[in-house]
């Protein structure tokens, strides 16, 4: 069966990079532009992994994540952050609220992001 | 009868006459005998008769003498004659002093006294003078005179100089009372506040100021030891980070309250080698540390802003280069691979950028914890081995065979200070060159040292070193990527732990950075103890 990934980007060309290079490997691939949107995807898509920005217009990465931790169908699917920084109190929070992984944009290029989907969901 | 008479009254008449001989003879005798000299003038004031002493004093025989007027032998004559108008009156007249003319015309002073003669009658008939020749002691007295007058300039001349002297002091006392006025003026009106501890550091001044700071007053702290003043709950926060030695602090920052922040330095007061106390600077910051926290926001938000198209564009170069985007040809892959690089390079520069802000707001925000230090230099030095076993490097960590105290340290911070020095000894030292790590603990420091055989820094370039953004000639020659801000980086992180760093460089032969960290009592234990 092909794995879902949700990608919650407000950047449009991320996005679509990530959207190519993961559709490209296989998995299905969906999109919301901000928080609120992903909440709505995953309810009604039930991802098997979200690609979670930080930094977003209407609701933020960790608001997001807090709003998982409520549901204990969402609480279950895992999470890797994808942000452009990455301080040490923003890892530490997003660490506490289950996130599996922490990438930085600019340390990290797209194919580094699938070997870490691969990682926590296999092909 | 009659002649026998007559006989007897010649022969009383002979004896008289003889008699009165004898008492002329002895009168001449007993006068001679007298050191006085004696003349008798009769009362036209003719001289008629001298004594011995008074041929011997003025030179004249009788024969010259006797017959000439009184006036001729003294100089001031109208005086003279005034005295005997005197004594006519008065009948005695006592020591004046007149100058007698001798013979030989040579003039001396003498005491002149006079008495009138009188007849058996009562019937006056003119003067006796006796004159004293003072000469010897006049001149004894003048003498005297001279000494008395030599002295007494000497003891005017010292009471002058002792007046004198007195002024010197009063004038030096003024002079001293002026500048502790004007000293006195500077510590109240300035903006900085000013403590001063003495040399048992008790608190001796107290500037309005500094009680402004600490909304204190100075009669409440006057004379209190640093140990007494950690009860007073404004002050413990400074008190902390003097310690109960005072210890030297340069521009230590202080956060009194929300709304202000200090800036403190002491100052050890010393006069030939003595301590006479502590001065202790309080610079209110509080708008430099608004505005730099202002400028570091900006800078910080700019470079995040940054940061999200750099990202973008790395991303899609990066999927060309993969060719997830479709096949290209071997020289488009080369154009990409050059721009990539560039936009890495342009990621670089912001990182470091961020680092800066980072360090910035990392004087005000740095939370250090107890940690011990060789666990945080081997992880340093693994995150490098991949680098070091690239380019061949002999690389050693050489730690003294000690236990190592803990170090109150910001363990993220020191991470990036250590990594910033190891990397530029394992970036510009040249493929299978050497790099050492040293660690030991002397005294109340940790002394940490990073030695590499590489490019060396140019003796003229060595002072410019530690500053924001320089880069070594030979650095850019060698190595065309490096912001020039890991230094300045590592400098601020170090300092900020109080620790000191500085280099010894040989151009083309090595580099050695040295710093090293205090090891902090904590001064709460020390607190307890009271």
Not at chain 2, 22 to 27: F, P, Q, S
Not at chain 2, 466 to 488: C, D, H, I, S, W
Request: hydrophobic letters at 40%.
């Amino acid at each position: 069966m092909t794995k879902k990934i949700l990608i919650i980007e407000d950047e449009k060309i991320m996005l679509e990079l990530l959207q190519k290079k993961l559709t490209k490997e296989g998995y299905e691939v969906l999109v919301a532009r901000d928080g609120k949107e992903g909440l709505e995807k995953m309810r009604k898509k039930n991802p098997n992994l979200i690609l979670l920005d930080i930094i977003m217009p209407k609701m933020g990465g960790f608001e997001v994540m807090e709003e998982m931790n409520k549901d204990k169908k969402f609480k279950k699917i895992p999470v890797i952050v994808v942000s452009n920084s990455g301080q040490p109190v923003e890892l530490d929070r997003a660490q506490k609220l289950g996130a599996k992984d922490w990438l930085i944009k600019t340390e990290f290029d797209p194919q580094e992001v699938l070997d870490k989907v691969v990682e926590q969901i296999g092909k | 009868m009659a002649d026998e008479k007559l006989n007897l009254i010649k022969e009383e008449l002979n004896r008289a006459k003889e008699d009165l001989g004898d008492l002329e003879m002895y009168i001449k005798e007993f006068s001679s005998f007298l050191p006085l000299a004696v003349c008798t003038v009769n009362p036209i004031e003719i001289i008629i008769n001298i004594n011995q002493v008074f041929q011997a004093l003025t030179g004249y025989d009788s024969l010259e003498i006797n017959g000439e007027h009184l006036a001729k032998i003294f100089l001031e004559k109208e005086k003279i004659k005034n005295l005997l108008n005197l004594t006519r009156k008065r009948g005695k007249v006592r020591t004046k002093e007149l100058v007698l003319i001798l013979k030989d015309r040579k003039e001396i002073p003498v005491n002149v006294s006079v008495s009138i003669r009188k007849d058996r009658d009562g019937n006056f008939i003119g003067y006796f003078l006796a004159l004293f020749d003072i000469t010897e002691i006049k001149k004894f007295r003048e003498e005297l005179e001279g000494k008395v007058k030599i002295r007494t300039k000497e003891l005017e001349d010292s009471r002058k100089a002792l007046i004198n002297m007195l002024e010197d002091v009063e004038e030096a006392r003024e002079k001293t009372e002026e500048e502790k006025n004007k000293t006195l003026a500077v510590i109240t009106n300035l903006a900085d506040g000013l403590l001063v501890f003495d040399a048992t550091n008790n608190l001796s001044i107290v500037n309005p100021q500094a009680e402004e700071f600490f909304k204190v007053k100075s009669k409440d702290l006057i004379d209190k030891s640093i140990l007494e003043l950690t009860k007073i709950p404004e002050f413990s926060p400074l008190v902390r980070i003097l310690g109960k030695e005072i210890k030297e602090i340069y521009r230590r920052e202080l956060t009194v309250r929300k709304d202000l922040t200090l800036e403190m330095s002491t100052v050890s007061l010393i006069r030939e080698k003595e301590k006479l106390g502590t001065l202790i600077i309080l610079h209110n910051i509080t708008r430099e540390k608004l505005v730099e926290k202002m400028k570091t926001e900006f800078v910080s938000l700019s470079a995040h802003q940054l940061r999200t198209p750099l990202s973008s564009i790395k991303w899609a170069l990066k999927m060309l280069l993969d060719g997830d985007i479709g096949k290209i040809t071997e020289e488009q892959r080369d154009f990409i691979k050059k721009t990539y690089q560039s936009n890495e390079r342009m990621i670089a520069l912001i990182n470091d950028l961020l680092d800066v802000t980072r360090i910035e707001e990392g004087k005000y925000l740095y939370n250090p914890v107890f940690t011990q230090i060789e666990n945080i230099i081997q992880s340093v030095i693994n995150y490098y081995q991949r680098e070091i076993k690239r380019k061949k490097i002999k690389f050693e960590f050489k730690k003294a065979q000690k236990k190592f105290p803990k170090l109150k340290i910001d363990v993220e911070k020191m991470k990036v200070a250590i990594g910033n020095l190891l990397d530029n000894a394992i970036r510009y030292t040249q493929v299978g060159g050497t790099v050492t790590f040293f660690l030991d603990c002397v005294k109340n420091k940790v002394e940490f040292s990073i030695h590499d055989t590489g490019i060396g820094i140019s003796i003229d370039q060595q002072e410019r070193i530690f500053t924001k953004f320089f880069r070594g000639a030979n650095a850019v020659q060698m190595e065309t990527e490096g912001t020039g801000l890991g230094l300045y980086i590592a400098k601020n992180i170090i300092e900020a732990h109080n620790g000191k760093i500085w280099f010894k460089s040989n151009p083309k032969k090595g580099t050695t950075f040295y710093f090293n960290l205090p090891v902090e009592k904590e001064f709460e234990e020390f607190l307890k103890k009271f």
